[in-house]
Structures are given as structure tokens and as C-alpha cells.
């Protein structure tokens, strides 16, 4: 089963995770060949417990694999956002027109996928074996002191 290493890169703090290579293979495999990345984080308004960077297209987009609406702590899930669709406004504004990707990592519980443009179901493509607490609290302090020049990196463990 192969892993990958999620960070904060500003804070330090990263954990370990399995993909679901069996349950969400395109969407796997679409992620491995785009690492490393990175991006801004950005916190979650509707969804709750959430961090998430918004990335220019690597990859067409997989379809449905292994979705879900209620994404428990320490779920990765990746959203494929055509053109046209909402993104945050501190994001990058050419993804606008080019459609973009949302790798999120979801640190607590209560989740649920509304969006501004209603159910947004995400391919649940990996969970965290290791620093979950700590992605949570560094991720907690994020959303009550700002996330300004923060990144969240995945690349290979």
C-alpha cells in the first residue's frame, strides 16, 4: 500500500497516509503522479473541520471513486472543480478558468459537504496513520489565528 507524507510546511507539524489504491484507484493514481505538491491552505467555512489547497489541474478528472459526504478525522479527500465552479477568492484566479483540484484533510469530527453551491461529495482517497493530533491542533490554531503564508504539502513518505 503505497503512502504519502501530508505538512504543514510553515508549522512543521505532518502525519503519515495510506491510499486507498483499492477503493479510489484513478483518483490514487492521478495523486502519486502529481507529487510532490503544494499549495496555500485554506480553512473550511461550510464543511467544518477542514484544511485545504486549491491546485491547478494534474489530472482529468477521475469520476466518483469511494465517495463520501461525512468525512470522518483524518480523511484526505480530492475534489475535481471544473471551470466556472465557486473557488475561494484568495485562490488562485487563473483556476477559475481552468478548473482546479481541492486536496482536503478533514482533522475533526462533525463534518459535513455543503458548499455554496450545495452536496459536494469528495473521493475519499487516503487516511492519516500517524499525526492526526497534531495536524488538529496546529489546523485549530490556523482557524482561530489565520492561515497567511501557510502551505499544505503531500509528497511521498
Do not use: Q
Not at 495523486?31 to 484544511?51: M, R, S, T
Not at 468525512?71 to 480530492?78: H, K, M, Q, S, V
Not at 475535481?80 to 477568492?89: C, V
Amino acid at each position: 500500500m503505497d503512502k504519502i507524507r501530508v505538512s504543514l510546511k510553515t508549522s512543521g507539524v505532518s502525519g503519515v497516509a495510506a491510499l486507498n489504491d483499492d477503493r479510489a484507484p484513478r483518483t490514487c493514481a492521478a495523486i502519486l503522479e502529481a507529487l510532490p505538491c503544494e499549495g496555500p491552505v485554506f480553512h473550511a467555512k461550510w464543511a467544518n473541520n477542514e484544511i485545504f489547497t486549491i491546485l491547478a489541474p494534474f489530472a482529468s478528472d477521475p469520476g466518483r471513486e469511494n465517495p463520501t459526504m461525512m468525512p470522518i478525522p483524518g480523511d484526505l479527500l480530492y475534489f475535481y472543480i471544473p471551470s466556472g465552479d465557486f473557488i475561494p477568492a484568495a485562490a488562485n484566479p487563473n483556476h477559475r478558468e481552468t478548473g482546479s483540484i481541492d486536496l482536503a484533510l478533514f482533522y475533526g469530527r462533525e463534518n459535513y459537504l455543503m458548499g455554496p453551491m450545495g452536496p459536494m461529495p469528495g473521493n475519499l482517497f487516503a487516511s492519516l496513520e500517524s499525526g492526526l493530533p497534531e495536524l488538529a491542533a496546529e489546523s485549530a490554531r490556523l482557524w482561530r489565528e489565520g492561515f497567511a503564508d501557510e502551505r499544505l504539502v503531500f509528497e511521498r513518505a
